[in-house]
């Protein structure tokens, strides 16, 4: 089982509906959970990180945290064409005191 | 936040060379990291970058190959030592802010090496 898990997608979704990228984590013992956006030929950008259990809104994104099934998500709602780029979420705690990364989901937003 | 810049942005190299990739941080941080990102492929930790005391290095990375110098708490390097094509790959900096139960890393732009 991989430490971080995500879909590779890609996801499609038409501009306007929300986008919902969804991760899971193996060591119960996680503390801090991230998603960086990564356009093609960049850098990873931190989008959102949340610590507590719930949801975290800043404008149009929306991170959701249930450590008791170990389930992240980042929710993008009226999603833009500019949105299209690979969501990598990160896991930060645990047994390895590290950051780790799931491999990523592609979004490709559709105009 | 942190603002990181990387030099060189890229590079094209030939095998048996090295290459030293410098990393510089708007801010003093504790905590600096080495990446490496192959296409098509998540983040790969090289190792971290301690200040006043050696690197350390994950699974996988050597120090004879990714020398690491951290001299000063904004300032980070990373030598990639006798190069070969399989070692061309995106190498990013990273760095690590915040304070308490609440820390983030941020990431410079990347230094794409290809080596022939």
């Known amino acids: 089982q991989k430490e971080v898990e995500q879909n590779s997608g890609p996801l499609s979704v038409p501009e306007g509906a929300i986008a919902s990228l969804n991760c899971t984590y193996s060591?119960?013992?996680?503390?801090?959970f991230f998603w960086y956006r990564q356009y093609s030929g960049k850098s990873p950008e931190l989008i959102m990180f949340i610590y507590s259990n719930g949801d975290k809104e800043d404008g149009r994104f929306t991170a959701q945290l249930n450590k008791a099934s170990q389930y992240v998500s980042l929710l993008i709602r009226d999603s833009q064409p500019s949105d299209s780029a690979t969501y990598l979420c990160a896991v930060f705690g645990g047994a390895t005191n590290k950051l780790i990364f799931g491999t990523g989901t592609l979004l490709a937003v559709q105009p | 936040s942190a603002v990181i810049s990387q030099k060189p942005s890229r590079d094209i190299c030939q095998r048996g060379t090295s290459l030293t990739i410098q990393c510089q941080v708007d801010s003093q941080v504790t905590m600096m990291f080495w990446y490496r990102q192959q296409p098509g492929q998540s983040l790969t930790l090289i190792a971290t970058?301690?200040?006043?005391?050696?690197?350390?290095?994950e699974s996988g990375f050597v120090i004879d190959k990714f020398p690491i110098s951290r001299p000063n708490l904004t300032f980070s390097t990373l030598t990639v030592s006798n190069m070969s094509p399989e070692d061309s790959s995106i190498y990013l900096c990273?760095?690590?802010?915040?304070?308490?139960?609440?820390?983030?890393?941020?990431f410079g732009p990347g230094t794409r090496l290809t080596v022939t």
């Open positions: 060591d119960r013992g996680s503390q801090s």
């Open positions: 970058a301690n200040q006043g005391s050696e690197a350390t290095y």
């Open positions: 990273s760095a690590e802010t915040g304070q308490g139960a609440s820390y983030e890393q941020y």
